[in-house]
């Protein structure tokens, strides 16, 4: 085992995965979203962005059902297990209804020429106005929801325009 000897953890993030039902127009939501091309691409299974020392995953959820025998799964202990992770479909996954249960969050310089960026390329749904938030520190930020209905938040620096947000 391998101990990441400046903090002693022994395990690390390596990627979040989203499971999508249309991977090509999910790429493409998130190439200009990102602002890059996909990092690493395994078939039409399975795509990565990599940046900032992090990785966001786009899963085929249909790929499996769709190309029997491409993939492969064994557990290696015994075939009950293997039979559950068989039964752990990702079509199933992908199919399911979003229940909004996770935000990704970004953050970006200008919030204002991003929401901007955003509207322009017309990319994704439910776009809303930036929005300002005080709990403890004012906060703004703007959502708009993936090819999959996923929560997208961008927050980040921002000055509001005179009487933006006065009641």
């Known amino acids: 085992m391998i101990e990441n000897m400046e903090n002693g953890r022994t395990i690390h993030l390596g990627s979040i995965y989203l499971v999508v039902r249309d991977f090509a127009k999910s790429i493409d939501f998130y190439e200009k979203l990102l602002q890059m091309p996909v990092s690493g691409k395994n078939m039409e299974r399975f795509a990565m962005f990599e940046f900032d020392g992090q990785c966001i995953s786009i899963m085929n959820g249909l790929f499996d ?46 919030l204002r020429a991003e929401h901007a960026r955003i509207a322009e390329l017309g990319i994704g749904t439910n776009l809303n106005n930036v929005s300002y938030l005080f709990n403890t520190t004012p906060y703004y930020s703007f959502q708009l929801h993936d090819p999959d209905d996923n929560i997208i938040e961008i927050c980040g620096a921002y000055t509001p325009e005179e009487g933006e947000f006065d009641e």
């Open 65 to 110: 059902a769709e190309n029997p025998g491409k993939t492969i799964i064994k557990d290696g202990k015994d075939s009950e297990t293997a039979q559950k992770m068989e039964a752990d479909s990702l079509a199933v996954i992908a199919n399911a209804p979003n229940t909004h249960k996770f935000v990704l969050n970004f953050w970006a310089d200008d």
